[in-house]
């Protein structure tokens, strides 16, 4: 498996793997708005979307966002966010997330970027784990709360050398 850019032609087949993701884990429901922004995230050139490969296939895909893009998670220049980690549901438990957040989170240092945050839904438990893993802490005071009844959690890391 590697980690490199998404190609042009890979990011409708990447909008389709998140959606995928997301409802199989049943963070998105079939009615829900944010399926269509999931869908398109990248597709405006306002990130730089990531895909793990493995031969054609694509098994996960991660997005970054440099300031000013990424509000209101990235709150200045110093900062990149992380979006729509996502793993096809057939290569989960296989490395593919962890693999996917060191390439992003490399992929920041290598921009200059010091401080690297993300939000996340409090039912995402696995994602959770993983982010405290690889470093990242909670940022309570950064939760988002997008619309009545749903929050978003902040996580953040501080990369070093940058």
Do not use: C
Request: glycine share 12%; hydrophobic share 45%; proline share 6%.
């Amino acid at each position: 498996m590697i980690v490199r850019d998404a190609l042009p032609e890979e990011l409708a087949a990447i909008g389709d793997l998140r959606v995928a993701a997301y409802r199989a884990a049943g963070f998105l429901s079939g009615a829900s708005r944010y399926a269509q922004t999931l869908w398109g995230l990248g597709a405006d050139g306002k990130g730089e979307v990531l895909a793990a490969v493995e031969g054609a296939a694509v098994l996960g895909t991660a997005m970054l966002e440099f300031w000013p893009h990424g509000e209101p998670v990235v709150q200045g220049p110093e900062e990149a966010g992380i979006r729509a980690l996502a793993v096809s549901p057939d290569a989960q438990g296989r490395g593919v997330g962890r693999t996917l957040l060191a390439a992003v989170t490399r992929r920041a240092a290598e921009r200059g970027t010091s401080h690297l945050v993300l939000l996340t839904m409090p039912g995402m438990r696995a994602a959770q784990h993983l982010y405290t893993k690889a470093g990242f802490v909670r940022l309570p005071e950064r939760d988002e709360y997008p619309r009545p009844g749903v929050e978003l959690l902040a996580f953040g890391k501080q990369l070093a050398g940058a």
